[in-house]
Structure formats: structure tokens, C-alpha cells
């Protein structure tokens, strides 16, 4: 039986490179194509496919929002990330539900392996990123530590932006997110962190090995 995947991406030529490729694989079909979240979201109780292969950033509806939306209501596909951006977006895709994340850099060998590895059930990551970030993000996505110094996968996604010097509003831009749920975020962070101030957070962060 064939291995069912959708295409989202906002650029045709993506897609049709896709799809070329993944079409001569034999155990592979391309049942479909969308340029945004919310025409995949349209499709995919359609097509039913097994894999969906989105970009993080759209027009409309981003990557992580379909990736939740996915997970919620068609828990049945499992959504691998191609995106242009690194780790950028990587602990929001992991919380959302994704069970991959690749760079659009992969080969073509890369990219076919991993869609047959999600299939069987693993999580796949770039080679270029560390599997020990994706597995951290992917256990607390599951919920399986409560600590409370734990930080959770979007927490994470806002310390690091901090260490680098981001402001609110940049961070809120970053992860689509509004400044008061960034400020809300942050405030969680100091009190879990124990601390007072963004640079005694990032400091603390870095002494918990969460930097």
C-alpha cells in the first residue's frame, strides 16, 4: 500500500519539485496540494493522507496553527515540517504535533528516508539539528515530566529568544504569537525559573543546561 502525502506550500515550484520527486517512488503517492494551511485543512478530509509535508511560514494560516489543527481533528496524519528557518520554529512545531522537521536543504534520499520513517512510526530530524533538542521538546510536548522548573516547548522557544537579546514584541513576531501572551510567558518563566529579571533567567537557564 502506498504512502499518502500532501503537499502545503505556498510556492508552485516547491510543490512541483515535490512532487516529481516523490512520484517515482513506488510506494509513494502525492494525493493532493495546498498553498496554505487552511486549503490543506479543506483537503485533507478528502484525501486522507498519511503524510502531510507543509512549510512553517504561509499566507494565512502558518505551519504550526495547520500542524495543531491537524492533530486535533485528523489525528490519523502525521505532519513533517520543510521549512527554510533552522531550529527557528522547531519547539512550536513539536508542541503543535509534528513528528518531523526537516530544512528544505535535505536530499532527495534524506527526504524519502524520513517519510518512510514517520510512516513506520519514528520521529525524524535535519541532520544539521540536534536530536537531543528534538527529543527534550518532544517529551515535554507529551507531558512527561511536571516539575515545575521544566519549561514547556513554547517556554523554551522564548528563553532562547531572550538569550539572544529579542524583545517582546520580536519574539511575539517570531513565534505568532501576541505581546500579552509573550509577557505572559516570560512572567511564567521568572517564577519557574526562580528569578527576577531577563538576564538572571537567562543565566539560570544556561545553569540548568536549557541554553
Same mark, same amino acid.
Not at 35 to 44: K, T, Y
Not at 126 to 141: G, K, N, P, Q, V
Given at each position: 500500500?502506498?504512502?499518502?502525502?500532501?503537499?502545503?506550500?505556498?510556492?508552485?515550484?516547491?510543490?512541483?519539485?515535490?512532487?516529481?520527486?516523490? *512520484?517515482?517512488?513506488?510506494?509513494?503517492?502525492?494525493?493532493?496540494?495546498?498553498?496554505?494551511? *487552511?486549503?490543506?485543512?479543506?483537503?485533507?478530509?478528502?484525501?486522507?493522507?498519511?503524510?502531510?509535508?507543509?512549510?512553517?511560514?504561509?499566507?494565512?494560516?502558518?505551519?504550526?496553527?495547520?500542524?495543531?489543527?491537524?492533530?486535533?481533528?485528523?489525528?490519523?496524519?502525521?505532519?513533517?515540517?520543510?521549512?527554510?528557518?533552522?531550529?527557528?520554529?522547531?519547539?512550536?512545531?513539536? *508542541?503543535?504535533?509534528?513528528?518531523?522537521?526537516?530544512?528544505?536543504?535535505?536530499?532527495?534520499?534524506?527526504?524519502?528516508?524520513?517519510?518512510?520513517?514517520?510512516?513506520?512510526?519514528?520521529?525524524?530530524?535535519?541532520?544539521?539539528?540536534?536530536?537531543?533538542?528534538?527529543?527534550?521538546?518532544?517529551?515535554?510536548?507529551?507531558?512527561?515530566?511536571?516539575?515545575?522548573?521544566?519549561?514547556?516547548?513554547? *517556554?523554551?522557544?522564548?528563553?532562547?529568544?531572550?538569550?539572544?537579546?529579542?524583545?517582546?514584541?520580536?519574539?511575539?513576531?517570531?513565534?505568532?504569537?501576541?505581546?500579552?501572551?509573550?509577557?505572559?510567558?516570560?512572567?511564567?518563566?521568572?517564577?519557574?525559573?526562580?528569578?527576577?529579571?531577563?538576564?538572571?533567567?537567562?543565566?539560570?537557564?544556561?545553569?540548568?543546561?536549557?541554553?
Amino acid at each position: 500500500m502506498s504512502i499518502k502525502v500532501l503537499l502545503v506550500d505556498d510556492h508552485p515550484v516547491v510543490r512541483q519539485g515535490l512532487r516529481r520527486m516523490l *512520484e517515482l517512488e513506488e510506494d509513494m503517492e502525492v494525493v493532493g496540494e495546498a498553498a496554505s494551511g *487552511e486549503e490543506a485543512l479543506h483537503q485533507i478530509g478528502d484525501v486522507s493522507p498519511d503524510i502531510v509535508l507543509l512549510d512553517i511560514k504561509m499566507p494565512g494560516m502558518g505551519g504550526v496553527e495547520t500542524i495543531r489543527q491537524i492533530k486535533e481533528h485528523h489525528p490519523e496524519a502525521n505532519a513533517i515540517v520543510l521549512t527554510l528557518y533552522g531550529d527557528q520554529y522547531l519547539a512550536q512545531a513539536i *508542541e503543535a504535533g509534528a513528528v518531523g522537521y526537516l530544512i528544505k536543504d535535505v536530499g532527495n534520499d534524506e527526504l524519502i528516508q524520513a517519510i518512510r520513517a514517520v510512516h513506520r512510526g519514528e520521529s525524524i530530524l535535519h541532520r544539521s539539528l540536534s536530536r537531543e533538542l528534538f527529543s527534550e521538546f518532544a517529551s515535554l510536548a507529551r507531558g512527561k515530566s511536571s516539575q515545575k522548573y521544566y519549561l514547556s516547548p513554547r *517556554e523554551l522557544g522564548i528563553i532562547h529568544l531572550i538569550a539572544t537579546g529579542t524583545t517582546n514584541k520580536e519574539i511575539a513576531a517570531k513565534l505568532f504569537l501576541s505581546e500579552t501572551t509573550v509577557k505572559r510567558g516570560v512572567s511564567r518563566i521568572f517564577d519557574k525559573l526562580g528569578v527576577k529579571d531577563r538576564a538572571e533567567a537567562v543565566a539560570e537557564a544556561y545553569t540548568r543546561g536549557l541554553l
